[in-house]
T-cell receptor
């Protein structure tokens, strides 16, 4: 069973509209992240949260707003969508600590967004 | 700041030949190094992870050794298979620095041909 759930898997939007990408993790992790991957480009870090607080933001545009309503949720709201926003958006999570599975980033399956 | 540099771009290999993808890094802290593999239309998945100097780490036929003296964590495999065709990312994290962030290289696209 997937432990990081992203919804929806595919999303088609029109230019100028607003969408919310959902992410929930059931790994008990304290840190959550958003990454973007455009076609034929490398992974691009967007945001990191720890205990529901924003820790790092490498997204230049304020049109991208993460929202953390619960410890294991980190949604991504995107407003005024543009065709250049078309990409796969990956949510990820991690937990600091000394255990074997800790200090490791785990990814959700992604939401593929197409903006027309 | 922390950074990762890896063999960039495309690497094409004939099946059965050895694989070596380079990764070097820069950090001022103790660190974990990773290799992630991303197959087409899938999410990146952990392939290898290490924080121990000079210790070989192996998984699914791949191996890497963290060398702190040269800040390297090269990915190797003795014999490439068609199913190894994927995008490979080297990454690092430095825990206990206030918050945990992960730094990725730009990825290496490996194509294995018959």
């Amino acid at each position: 069973d997937p432990k990081i759930i992203q919804k929806p898997k595919y999303l088609v939007a029109v230019t100028g509209s607003e969408k919310i990408l959902i992410c929930e993790q059931y790994l008990g992790h304290n840190a959550m992240y958003w990454y973007r991957q455009s076609a034929k480009k490398p992974l691009e870090f967007m945001f990191s949260y720890s205990y529901q607080k924003l820790m790092d933001n490498q997204t230049a545009s304020s049109r991208f707003q993460p929202q953390s309503s619960k410890k294991n949720h980190l949604d991504l709201q995107i407003t005024a969508l543009k065709p250049d926003d078309s990409a796969t958006y990956f949510c990820a999570s991690s937990q600091e600590g000394g255990g074997r599975s800790q200090n490791t980033l785990y990814f959700g399956a992604g939401t593929r967004l197409s903006v027309l | 700041g922390d950074s990762v540099t890896q063999t960039e771009g495309l690497v094409t290999l004939t099946e059965g030949l050895p694989v070596m993808l380079n990764c070097t890094y820069q950090t001022a802290y103790s660190t974990f190094l990773f290799w992630y593999v991303q197959h087409l239309n899938e999410a990146p998945k952990l392939l290898l992870k290490s924080s121990t100097d000079n210790k070989r780490t192996e998984h699914q036929g791949f191996h890497a050794t963290l060398h702190k003296s040269s800040s390297s964590f090269h990915l190797q495999k003795s014999s490439a298979q068609l199913s190894d065709s994927a995008l490979y990312y080297c990454a690092l994290t430095s825990p206990n620095t206030g918050y945990q962030n992960f730094y990725f290289g730009k990825g290496t696209s490996l194509t294995v041909i018959p």
